[in-house]
T-cell receptor, first 113, second 113 residues
Framework: NAGVMQNPRHLVRRRGQEARLRCSPMKGHSHVYWYRQLPEEGLKFMVYLQKENIIDESGMPKERFSAEFPKEGPSILRIQQVVRGDSAAYFC???????????FGDGTRLSIL | AQSVAQPEDQVNVAEGNPLTVKCTYSVSGNPYLFWYVQYPNRGLQFLLKYITGDNLVKGSYGFEAEFNKSQTSFHLKKPSALVSDSALYFCAVRRTGANNLFFGTGTRLTVIP
């Protein structure tokens, strides 16, 4: 049973470009969470989605960031017009239900030039 | 509001000695408590959780944690440390009804051969 798959593992973008981060949850998991980790810090919650629905986006910046989890395909975290401060590791987690532990992918490390 | 405190940024312990990584929390209602471990350039791996029941929770790789309601603590322990236990450890809390995990800032454990 494959774990949570994130790609790409590393992404380099120039300021003003768009970044798309993908997450395929574990088989049988319909709950997806995105977190951001700055160097030497803990993870900060961004958004929680179930299939085709955003349940909680209280941790998402108000502008430039969006997330989706379509009926078919992976969940996508999209960052438009990236800035240097967006440089971080972005982790996706999934769970079969809200009460079960979240299982994490290996993250996408985003670097902004 | 919810918060998690990991008071030690760094813990050093000799191989074979017992280890403790401290965590205290603040959350309204009954907490769901978790410990995760992170190896370099990897995602978080679930170690153990406390939802309800026995205060002593046993998890993966010989780790255990003790829930202490009066002290609002959930310290991670292992009777005999291994060099391979060296990693970054995160405590997390989720309050009942919430969607996301709230993480501490992490404790770097180094086991000295």
């Amino acid at each position: 049973n494959a774990g949570v798959m994130q790609n790409p593992r590393h992404l380099v973008r120039r300021r003003g470009q768009e970044a798309r981060l993908r997450c395929s949850p574990m088989k049988g998991h319909s709950h997806v969470y995105w977190y951001r980790q700055l160097p030497e810090e803990g993870l900060k919650f961004m958004v929680y989605l179930q299939k085709e629905n955003i349940i909680d986006e209280s941790g998402m910046p108000k502008e430039r960031f969006s997330a989706e989890f379509p009926k078919e395909g992976p969940s996508i975290l999209r960052i438009q017009q990236v800035v240097r401060g967006d440089s971080a590791a972005y982790f996706c987690a999934s769970s079969p239900s809200q009460d079960q532990p979240q299982h994490f992918g290996d993250g996408t490390r985003l670097s902004i030039l | 509001a919810q918060s998690v405190a990991q008071p030690e940024d760094q813990v050093n312990v000799a191989e074979g000695n017992p280890l403790t990584v401290k965590c205290t929390y603040s959350v309204s209602g009954n907490p769901y408590l978790f410990w995760y471990v992170q190896y370099p350039n990897r995602g978080l791996q679930f170690l153990l959780k406390y939802i309800t029941g026995d205060n002593l929770v046993k998890g993966s790789y010989g780790f255990e944690a003790e829930f202490n309601k009066s002290q609002t603590s959930f310290h991670l322990k292992k009777p005999s440390a291994l060099v391979s236990d060296s990693a970054l450890y995160f405590c997390a809390v989720r309050r009942t009804g919430a969607n996301n995990l709230f993480f501490g800032t992490g404790t770097r454990l180094t086991v000295i051969p």
